[in-house]
């Protein structure tokens, strides 16, 4: 019973699409920002190296390289502060993890990039 009623919460608070990413990807991730009584949308850009959760506790962490110092950001898939998820570019992994891009600086933190077939 407590099972059924843990599901109908977590549909609840579900977006109805979310976007197709993968770890690897690079994304733009476009996250709502309240100043004082204002709000504006700030884009947050790097590669997913990460995913964590299920339903609507998943998680996904973006790691880009700021000033020559690596700045990582955890996010929620559903939360209603992300106006939208962009997929700029999609990279080849063989790992669920990414964390392996933390040690490597300029060209080798590239990955290859996945070809698309085209329709």
Known sequence: MSNAIMDMVNK????EETPKFDIGD???VHTKILEG???RIQVFSGVVIGRSG???QEMFM???IVAGEGVER???VHSPRIE???VKRSGVTRRAKLYFLRDRVGKAVRLKERRR???
């Open 84 to 86: 939208k998820i962009e």
């Open 74 to 76: 955890k996010f929620p």
């Open 12 to 15: 609840a608070n579900q977006k």
């Open 117 to 119: 077939a085209q329709a």
């Open 26 to 28: 690079t994304v733009d």
């Open 37 to 39: 009584s204002k709000e």
């Open 54 to 56: 299920k339903g609507s």
């Open 62 to 64: 973006v790691r880009r």
